[in-house]
Structure formats: C-alpha cells, structure tokens
T-cell receptor
C-alpha cells in the first residue's frame, strides 16, 4: 500500500527566507508525486507534479521539488518566501496502476513572519 | 472553462438527517473522485467514479455513504442518517479520461452535523 509522511506539522519562516517542506513516500515502484497548496477554507491547488524524466520539477509560484528515489523523498522548496505563501501544503502520491486514487500526507502548515 | 464546482459550499445538518453533496466536474472530464478531510488531517480517498460506474469505493464507509455519477448531471455523494463524526470538508476532484493522474479539485463542501 502507498503512504505519505510529512514530518513537519508546522513550519515558520521569515519573509524572504528559503523554504523546504519534507515529504517521504512509500510505494513499491515509481509513483506519481504531487504537491498541493490549500488556503484556509479553500480547495486544493496543484503546485507541481512528477511523473518521469527530470527529477527536479518546476511548479507555479516559484516552487520546485526534487524527486530522490534513493531517499523516497519529494521535498518542496522555494528560494524566497512571500507572505502570501502562508497556507497548508500537502504532498500526495498516486499509483501508476490506479492513478486516480491519490494518497495524501497530513499536511504542513506554513506561517510566514514579516 | 469553469473549474470543478461543488455545492453547497456549506451544509448544516442535524443528527439523523441526510446530506447530499454535489460535484460538477470540469468540462470534458469523465472521472470523478471524492475525498474527505477531517480537521487537522489530510485528504482521505473515498470513491472513484466514471460515468454511471463506481470504479473504486475502497475508501467509503460500509454504511450510510453512497455515491453516484449519472449519465447526465453532477456526481452526488449521499450520507444518510448523519452523525457528528461526519462533520468534515468533502472535496471532489475530476480528471480527463486520458490523464487520470492529474486531478483538479473543487472548493469543497463543509458539512457540519449538529
């Protein structure tokens, strides 16, 4: 069975500082990997996704993520955080044999200090 | 092209009543997924439907919950005899037939059971 772990429940960074949100997954083969962002009371917006090829994936809003097979990780990064990035971030894994059924981590809440 | 639409956005029910949640997928999308998000948790897969067919309902509670996606009209998630533990945000996502791995999420329905 596939699973996702986001080790950090809550992260606080200063505006302009760099950000890295951790995501570890468990899956028997190479999965589909996703990062979503959720603002309070809103739905999920897809930031980026990895299917195959280049392991460094660029997304919207200046985010990127790197797939590391040896570490079963797909960490999300941003070089300079903006106050509007404060939100909850979810990592998700989708099975290639059943791509419609995504498994989500419990999320990381990002607070941005002025 | 309108995104995934869900209604109502907020729903209040008393214990024992029925809740009906509607999801209209994006135009051209024939795959619909329902997820539930409990407070302080990530999204949990419930059910995956194509037009007139339930493909995977492994995440659906065995009783009181049902889902359909008729040939015409929106997908419906139905919860009979609601209990307080059903209070959650319910998200619908849709995907096109040939890119099932990329899901687009609606804004969610927040159900409160009194």
């Amino acid at each position: 069975a596939q699973s996702v772990t986001q080790p950090d429940i809550h992260i606080t960074v200063s505006e302009g500082a760099s950000l890295e949100l951790r995501c570890n997954y468990s899956y028997g083969a190479t999965p589909y990997l996703f990062w979503y962002v959720q603002s309070p009371g809103q739905g999920l917006q897809l930031l980026l996704k990895y299917f195959s090829g280049d392991t460094l994936v660029q997304g919207i809003k200046g985010f990127e993520a790197e797939f590391k097979r040896s570490q079963s990780s797909f960490n999300l990064r941003k070089p300079s955080v903006h106050w509007s990035d404060a939100a909850e971030y979810f990592c998700a894994v989708g099975a290639r044999t059943n791509a419609g059924k995504s498994t989500f981590g419990d999320g990381t809440t990002l607070t941005v200090k002025p | 092209n309108a995104g995934v639409m869900q209604n109502p956005r907020h729903l209040v029910r008393r214990r024992g009543q029925e809740a009906r949640l509607r999801c209209s997928p994006m135009k051209g999308h024939s795959h619909v997924y329902w997820y539930r998000q409990l407070p302080e948790e990530g999204l949990k897969f419930m059910v995956y439907l194509q037009k007139e067919n339930i493909i995977d309902e492994s995440g659906m509670p065995k009783e009181r919950f049902s889902a359909e996606f008729p040939k015409e009209g929106p997908s419906i998630l139905r919860i009979q005899q609601v209990v307080r533990g059903d209070s959650a945000a319910y998200f619908c996502a849709s995907s096109p037939a040939h890119h099932q791995e990329t899901q687009y999420f609606g804004p969610g329905t927040r159900l409160l059971v009194l």
